[in-house]
C-alpha cells in the first residue's frame, strides 16, 4: 500500500476514523496510533494516561506506564483485529487526549486535577479508557464518572481486594476500594473481584471470584459470573495487571503467583461485551520490573480487546 510520506505519523496528521498502516516500530506512539489531540468534538472513545504512582506500597515506576503501553500498541494496528476480525475504528472514532497534568511538587492536589480532567471527559459525553499509573488513579476516576452515571458496578481484575482501612486522609493504591464504598461511588450488590489470591480486611458485600474459583469455572464460568453479578445497569472496569501471573507480567507493583494467564484473562474479558461498561482503566505496568515488554503487550492487549467489546455495540461511522 502507498502512502504519502508527509502523513506516515497517523497520531498527528493522519485520518480520525480507520486503522493505520505505518510501521510498529516508528512514528509517535499514541495509544494504536490514534490522533493525538485535545479537541474532543470528533471522538467517540479517548484514551489518556494518568502516570502517577505516589501511591504505591512496593515497587515504584508505574508512571511510566501509560508511556510503555502506548509503545507496546503500535503493534495491533493496521490490521483486523483478533477476536473480532474487524477494524474497530471503522466504527469508533478513538482519539489519544495524552496525559493527565499535575506537578509532582503537589502530589496533594493529584486527586482532584486527575478527578477534574476525566469529568471533563466524562461530562462531555466522551467514553473514557485510562492509562495507569497505580491502582489510586480508579478513585478520582469513580468519582468522574459516578457524577455523571451514579453508583457503578465495579468489575475488578486484581490480585487484591484493595480494602484496606483508609479514614479519608490516605492515599494508597491498597484502599481505593474502601473510599469507593464510603463515598457511595459503587454499588456493591452489582461488583465483583476477579484473580484474588491474597487476604483483606474487608468485602463491604463485593462479590470475590478468587483463583481457586477462576480455575474451577474457567473464562465461560467466570464471564458468566461477572454478568449475573453486574445485571443492566452502568459499570466500570479496573484491570490491574498483576491480576496476571508474574509469568504474563513480571512488571508491576506488586507481583503475586497463581495468577490468570494472559489468553484466560483476555478470553474472559471478550465474553463481558453485554455489560454496560461506562468506562474504564488498566493500571499498575511498571516498566522498569518489564524488560521484555510483557506487561505492557498484555496491558495494550486488554485495551485493545475492550475497544473491540465497544465496536462490536457501534453504528458503522465508515465502510
Keep these: ?23 510498529t516500530f516508528a512514528g509517535a506512539p ?8 485535545k479537541d474532543l468534538s470528533e471522538a467517540d472513545v479517548v484514551v489518556w494516561g494518568v502516570p502517577f504512582d505516589c501511591a504505591t506500597s512496593n515497587r515504584p515506576g508505574a508512571r511510566f506506564g501509560p508511556a510503555a503501553i502506548r509503545r507496546a500498541s503500535a503493534m495491533f494496528d493496521g490490521d483486523p483485529q483478533y477476536p473480532s476480525r474487524r477494524d474497530p475504528f471503522a466504527a469508533l472514532a478513538v482519539i489519544d487526549a495524552g496525559d493527565c497534568f499535575f506537578e ?6 493529584a486527586p482532584a486535577l486527575i478527578e477534574a ?3 471533563q471527559i466524562v461530562a462531555a459525553g466522551r467514553h473514557l479508557v485510562t492509562l495507569g499509573g497505580d491502582h489510586f488513579i480508579t478513585l478520582p476516576l469513580l468519582r468522574a464518572h459516578a457524577a455523571v452515571h451514579g453508583p457503578l458496578a465495579l468489575v475488578q481484575f486484581d490480585a487484591h481486594q484493595d480494602t484496606w482501612d483508609d479514614d479519608g486522609t490516605k492515599m494508597s493504591h491498597g484502599s481505593f476500594v474502601t473510599r469507593a464504598v464510603a463515598e457511595g461511588l459503587v454499588d456493591v450488590a452489582r461488583s465483583i473481584q476477579i484473580g484474588v489470591r491474597t487476604v483483606a480486611p474487608h468485602d463491604y458485600g463485593i462479590e470475590i471470584l478468587d483463583m481457586d474459583a477462576c480455575c474451577a469455572l474457567e473464562p465461560a464460568g467466570v464471564a458468566a459470573r461477572i454478568k449475573a453479578r453486574t445485571g443492566p445497569g452502568p459499570a466500570y472496569l479496573t484491570f490491574d495487571v498483576d491480576v496476571l501471573d508474574p509469568a504474563f507480567a513480571p512488571g508491576t507493583g506488586t507481583p503475586v503467583a497463581g495468577g490468570l494467564s494472559s489468553a484466560q484473562a483476555l478470553s474472559i474479558l471478550w465474553r463481558l461485551g453485554e455489560i454496560d461498561f461506562r468506562g474504564m482503566d488498566v ?9 521484555s515488554d510483557a506487561t505492557a503487550i498484555a496491558a495494550s492487549a486488554v485495551v485493545q480487546r475492550y475497544l473491540q467489546m465497544l465496536a462490536a455495540r457501534a453504528p458503522l461511522r465508515r465502510g
Design 1 to 23: 500500500m502507498n502512502h504519502d510520506p508527509v502523513s506516515i505519523d497517523n497520531a498527528i496528521c493522519g485520518p480520525l476514523l480507520g486503522g493505520s498502516h505505518e510501521p
Design 30 to 37: 499514541s495509544f494504536m496510533r490514534r490522533r493525538f489531540t
Design 104 to 109: 509532582y511538587e503537589r502530589l496533594a492536589q
Design 117 to 119: 480532567q476525566a469529568a
Design 283 to 291: 493500571v499498575e505496568t511498571c516498566p522498569p520490573y518489564d524488560s
